[in-house]
């Protein structure tokens, strides 16, 4: 992909760094704690959770996460939380909260770590050459399985897997629910589905589609200038053509969202569709039996 397929992605004004919270590799996750995200409109009590900032060893390097899970329960399944290309910020970390309220062992990876760290950025073509274009797909499967063989590890039930991601997350969303038989179910947030091949990134949701191993709800903005509706109408074909759980997969599309509907701490949020896309979402686990 090119800087301009990215262009519709990034807040106004650009990259404020002040805007995301550091990682493993710089600040912390509880440097947010403070007036970092003072933009971000829902803040999730995290009383009778346990969280905080772990890593995972994934081949011997040791991978930044951000893990949120109701105190002291064991099996609880395991949902996934992918980011923007902006990394795990705060508003991410708090998704992951939303999850744990609602019973899930959340863990959000921060799958740049090793390119480097998305706050220390402020131009989006320097983020998206120097980070995000050396994030390679087979890279971020990998980490993605090692999450979840931690998650079991750490008493949580990875037979009831499910992922969900937004922006760059919800491309990565589709990928790992053709990659990952575990996963029961997926919801991917106005994730790019189609796009130019390359060595980092071979494939596309679209040429994956019949692989599908587990169903994928799509949540997509109708006014998504990065995303046209016709790549949403070439993917519903695709499904159709696939997997039982391909077939099984569905869209959702608020007619008046831009991208980023459901990022609280942007201009772009949308309060009606983002509380719809939730419950749909949560619903979307519960029906796949990743509950």
């Known amino acids: 992909m090119s800087q301009s397929d990215f262009d519709s992605l990034v807040p106004p004004g650009g990259l404020d760094r002040r805007g995301f919270t550091r990682t493993a590799l710089g600040v912390g ?19 009778g959770l346990t969280v905080g900032e772990e890593t995972i060893d994934v081949n011997g390097f040791k991978l930044p996460v951000y893990r949120a899970a109701p105190a002291g329960q064991r099996n609880a399944p395991v949902v996934l939380v992918i980011s923007e290309i902006f990394g795990v910020h705060e508003h ?3 998704v992951a909260n939303r999850f744990a309220r609602a019973g899930y062992f959340a863990i959000a ?93 071979p494939s596309h949701p679209v040429d994956q589609a019949a692989q599908l191993k587990a169903p994928v709800l799509g949540l ?46 942007r201009p772009t949020y949308r309060k009606e569709a983002a509380e719809d896309g939730w419950k749909r979402c949560l619903a979307w686990f519960k029906a796949h039996g990743a509950v």
Not at 29 to 47: E, K, N, W
Not at 176 to 190: E, L, M, N, S
Request: with cysteine.
């Open 109 to 201: 990876p921060e799958l740049f770590a090793r390119a480097g760290d998305p706050a220390s950025y402020g131009e989006i073509a320097k983020l998206i050459a120097e980070i995000i274009m050396k994030t390679p797909d087979a890279q971020v499967m990998t980490d993605l399985d090692a999450c979840l063989a931690w998650a079991q590890s750490q008493g949580a039930d990875a037979s009831r897997s499910a992922v969900t991601g937004f922006c760059w997350g919800g491309r990565i969303t589709w990928l790992y629910a053709a990659h990952q038989p575990r996963i029961k179910a997926g919801v991917a947030w106005y994730g790019r589905l189609v796009g130019a091949n390359s060595p980092t990134w």
């Open 29 to 47: 996750f509880a440097a947010a704690a403070g007036p970092v995200m003072a933009q971000t409109t829902i803040r999730t009590s995290t009383a």
């Open 92 to 94: 991410i970390a708090d």
């Open 220 to 265: 997509y903005g109708g006014k998504d200038d990065g995303i046209p509706l016709d790549s949403v109408e070439r993917m519903k074909a695709a499904l159709q053509n696939g997997s039982p759980a391909a077939k099984r997969s569905e869209f959702v599309v608020y007619p008046d969202a831009p991208h980023a509907f459901h990022a609280d701490y």
